[in-house]
């Protein structure tokens, strides 16, 4: 199934605004439709290493299959023949051999357990041989559906790039003091006081999420960029969890669906917090109502409010 490519809407010139406020605010909505357009090329790439290990693995279940096949119609073959060289003994030549009434008994049930299992060898063969087409079918399947994901990954990244430059140009039109009022609008409000030398989680995988996102402070922000050395929202809160051995996807939405569901009032260091609907941002809470999060273009990995503008929910990882 091929994805459907999320545009970001036109929108008006920072030159056209009224006042400088409104320049940065019109820079600060063109960054969050970019940013949820980053997202939703970072979720089509994880959506074709899906389809990539789907096809994978149904190449793989056809190699098993076929395997089996000729197994079970080497045995076929096995059986034929024996019956062809005349090595099978029928009921007949059993009466005949046989020296008692128990020794033909016993041969007889003998011969009637070797016809049983010739039949069930032949069942196998055509169970096995039904098995390696659906197998076949669905890799075939699976290849094709993986290159419409390829294929739709690339095209959101063209557009994405051409996106990203129209927005660089408008935020490098305004003046310093506009900057920041758009990083401001988007990437949340800065904080007065520096980040916290020290942050305690109550779980170590938790700590070392917390730590290794703690340790990019300063990292540029970059679309779509999942470190070691520059970062999105997702790309960094992958990143911390990678280090404590917890596989994230590269994309915010399918973040804020793993885990369980926390309250505000019940966050705790380590606490995955996300923003709008659909989801589009995504960062790690770290206590005191403050997160470490990859915020906007212009501004670096950074700690900041937790209540910033859009905050939708919170996620327990760990």
């Not at 995955?272 to 790690?284: K, M, Q, R």
């Not at 809470?285 to 670096?300: L, R």
Request: aromatic share 6%.
């Amino acid at each position: 199934m091929g994805l459907e490519l999320a545009t970001a809407p036109a929108a008006a010139a920072p030159g056209d605004a009224a006042t400088a406020a409104d320049a940065a605010s019109l820079v600060a909505e063109r960054g969050h439709e970019l940013e949820v357009l980053t997202e939703s090329f970072n979720e089509a790439r994880e959506n074709v290493e899906a389809q990539k290990a789907a096809a994978s693995a149904a190449g793989a279940e056809v190699a098993r299959a076929e395997t089996q096949l000729v197994a079970l119609s080497e045995a076929v073959a096995g059986v034929a023949q024996t019956a062809y060289t005349g090595r099978g003994l029928g009921t007949l030549q059993a009466f005949m051999t046989s020296g008692s009434p128990d020794e033909f008994l016993n041969r007889v049930a003998m011969l009637e357990a070797v016809a049983g299992h010739q039949n069930d060898v032949i069942d196998q063969v055509g169970a096995a041989r039904a098995a390696a087409e659906a197998a076949r079918r669905s890799a075939d399947q699976a290849a094709v559906e993986a290159q419409e994901q390829v294929d739709a990954a690339a095209a959101k990244q063209a557009l994405l790039q051409t996106e990203i430059a129209a927005y660089q140009a408008q935020y490098e039109a305004l003046s310093a003091e506009e900057q920041e009022q758009a990083d401001q609008a988007h990437g949340g409000r800065a904080l007065d006081a520096p980040p916290p030398a020290t942050v305690t989680a109550n779980s170590e995988a938790a700590q070392i999420a917390v730590d290794t996102a703690m340790a990019q402070l300063g990292d540029p922000y970059v679309w779509a960029a999942a470190g070691p050395d520059s970062f999105d929202c997702s790309g960094l809160t992958q990143y911390a969890f990678a280090a404590a051995g917890i596989d994230l996807p590269h994309s915010s939405r399918m973040q804020a669906t793993m885990g369980q569901a926390v309250g505000r009032a019940d966050l705790q260091p380590g606490d995955l917090v996300y923003f709008y609907s659909p989801v589009s941002h995504i960062g790690i809470y770290i206590g005191g109502g403050k997160m470490v999060h990859a915020s906007t273009f212009g501004e670096p990995v950074k700690v900041g409010s937790v209540d910033m503008a859009g905050y939708v929910g919170a996620r327990r990882i760990v």
